[in-house]
């Protein structure tokens, strides 16, 4: 059936678009015969029974997992082989442990957020497939597109070749799934609301919070003056802004990866290269940086105003300034790496 409907493909594609020039009159009138002619007919059946057949499969094996996973004979025949009328998102990826991508798990998890959000919905249909291939299952696929790093979400229109804008930007945007539907939905107009499983960890910890708290009042209720103390409202408020400063909520927002691991030499980057994204793993260093640097004003300031021994404030001064001077530096260099048209001129 594949090598019929190969040959019916080659045959139509031939006689119709590149066959046929503007001002040619003989070649125009062996279309038209084609078109007119029983032949004609049965590649068009042929054709058309083949896309039946490919839709009729994609639909079962979605049905059974909303993420079609696919090998490159796979990948071939449902995604790059015409005929096709429906789109596909593929995450090429290796998932297998002895890759160590802690990345692609955390992907595929988003992933599969997506993929079930859609699979599910009302407005389910089979204009839309989402499938993934791993590397260890169809390493001939990622040197047929030239692919040399995983996680990669790619959008195979219904008809035509990919274009860039159907590469998913990972390293700007992130792999959150609502990023993936907007990026989806800008792609092939199909609107998918992500719908996420209950998670009730956060319910949890809020109530051991309050749990704690109440229990540490009731058990201090004869003696409440820690609530006025300054230095524990101080420090509560400092947690706060390094936590914010150090991008944590545009962490929770984009949903980016913890680092960066380069397949081709095996080397992890924990600071992202560009202005416009971070890793988890960058924010807890400029978090631990931002803690030190202001750790050395407080000594410095503890220097200035206490009126201890003079050798001790010497050395607590010299430690602070340390602290400034090492730590700011370090944090000057990262922002010089992210920005590189630094310093400005």
Sequence with gaps: MLCTYHLCWFVFKGLSSKAVKPGNTRQAMVFILWIRSPLCLSVCLCLQNLLSEKVD????????????????????????????NYSVIVMFTALQPQRQCSVCRQANEEYQ????????????????????????????????????????????????????????????????????????????????????????????????LVSLVGGLLYLRRNNLEFIYNKTGWAMAALCVVFAMTS?????????????????????????????????????????????????????LNEAATSKGDVGKRRIICLVG?????????????????????????
């Design 57 to 84: 499969q994609m639909m079962e094996w979605s049905s059974r997992r909303s993420v079609v996973r696919m090998n490159g004979d796979k990948f071939r025949r449902f995604v790059k082989a015409p005929p096709r």
């Design 113 to 208: 957020v997506l993929a079930n959000s859609w699979r599910y919905s009302s407005a389910f249909s089979n204009k839309l497939f989402f499938t993934v291939v791993d590397y260890d299952e169809g390493a001939d696929v990622f040197q047929q597109l030239n692919m040399n790093s995983a996680p990669t979400f790619m959008h195979f229109p219904a008809k035509g070749k990919p274009k860039r804008a159907d590469t998913f930007d990972l390293q700007r945007i992130g792999f959150a799934s609502e990023q993936l539907a907007k990026w989806i939905a800008d792609r092939t107009d199909v609107q998918i609301r992500v719908f996420r499983p209950p998670n009730y960890s956060g319910t949890i910890a809020l109530a051991l």
């Design 247 to 299: 991008g944590q909520m545009w962490n929770h927002i984009r949903g980016p990866p913890y680092a960066h691991k380069n397949p081709q030499n095996g080397q992890v980057s924990y600071i992202h290269g560009s202005s416009q994204a971070q890793f988890v793993a960058e924010s807890h260093i400029i978090l631990l940086l931002n803690a030190a640097i202001t750790m050395g004003m407080v000594l």
């Design 321 to 345: 300034l340390g602290l400034v001077v090492f730590f700011f530096s370090f944090l000057l260099s990262i922002f010089r790496s992210k920005y590189h048209g630094y310093p400005y001129r």
